[in-house]
């Protein structure tokens, strides 16, 4: 069920913006908030997904530490990580590159171009698709939901409305626009899960792990039913 979109009582705070840019992992860069990397632990140790999709490489150091975190847990899994473009995959990351991971170009506006039918058919189960580039979210729901089983994951990321727009390399935080992403990836989820009533669930464990919607990724761990 798809709760209504009024802000945390207390939950994330603008302040926590600039911790999410200066996350690392081993020397890798990583585009994460600290509680949603505890939420993200929960959801590896429960679901073990055989598969992790990750839309939206960057630097390249989450996929690492996703890696590496499902290596511990004894979770064989595989890792595909798309960007448009990998100019910003880190040197620190290509030194690591675990064998599981799988760095890719594509766009997620051609998304059936680089995750053909085919290839989503052949890929095991459970899931774990992670919307990270923050564009065409309707259209990649629908596209990955197509082929999700009872149990697979959605994680649509950063729909919180305080992220800030502009970030430095070091996190500085410039300006005062903070509406950039959220609003339109809320829109874009709540008309997905409006098409798909019934078929998928706001999943309020790991949503409200530290309150409600205590995550930069408010609504944004969907169950497939
Ligand atoms: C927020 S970053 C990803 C952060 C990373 N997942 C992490 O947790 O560290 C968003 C990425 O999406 C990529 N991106 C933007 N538009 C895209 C598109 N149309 N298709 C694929 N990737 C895109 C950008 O190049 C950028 O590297």
């Given at each position: 069920m798809f709760q209504s979109l009024r802000l945390p009582p207390r939950g994330i705070d603008i302040a926590q913006g600039k911790g999410k840019y200066l996350m690392q992992h081993r020397g890798c860069s990583i585009l994460k908030g600290a509680d949603d990397m505890v939420i993200f632990h929960e959801l590896f140790w429960r679901l073990r997904p055989a598969t992790v999709i990750e839309l939206g490489t960057f630097t390249g150091g989450s996929a690492v530490w996703m890696a590496d975190m499902l290596r511990l847990m004894e979770v064989d899994s595989t890792i595909y990580s798309m960007d448009?473009?990998?100019?910003?995959?880190?040197e620190r990351v290509k030194e690591i590159k675990p064998s599981n991971v799988h760095f890719f170009e594509g766009n997620s506006y051609e998304i059936e171009k680089t995750f053909t039918s085919e290839m989503l058919q052949s890929l095991p189960h459970p899931w774990l698709v992670i919307?990270?580039?923050?564009?065409?979210i309707n259209g990649i729901m629908n596209h990955f939901g197509s082929y999700m089983k009872t149990g697979d994951y959605f994680i649509i990321k950063d729909v919180h409305p305080n992220l800030p727009r502009d970030i430095g390399k070091d996190g500085s935080i410039y300006g005062d626009d903070f509406e950039t992403i959220g609003p339109s990836a809320i829109i874009e989820m709540k008309k997905f899960l409006s098409q798909h009533a019934n078929e998928y669930a706001v999943d309020s464990f790991y949503t409200d792990f530290f309150g409600y919607n205590g995550t930069w990724n408010m609504h944004g761990y969907i169950r497939k039913m």
């Open positions: 448009i473009e990998l100019s910003n995959l880190e919307e990270d580039a923050h564009t065409n």
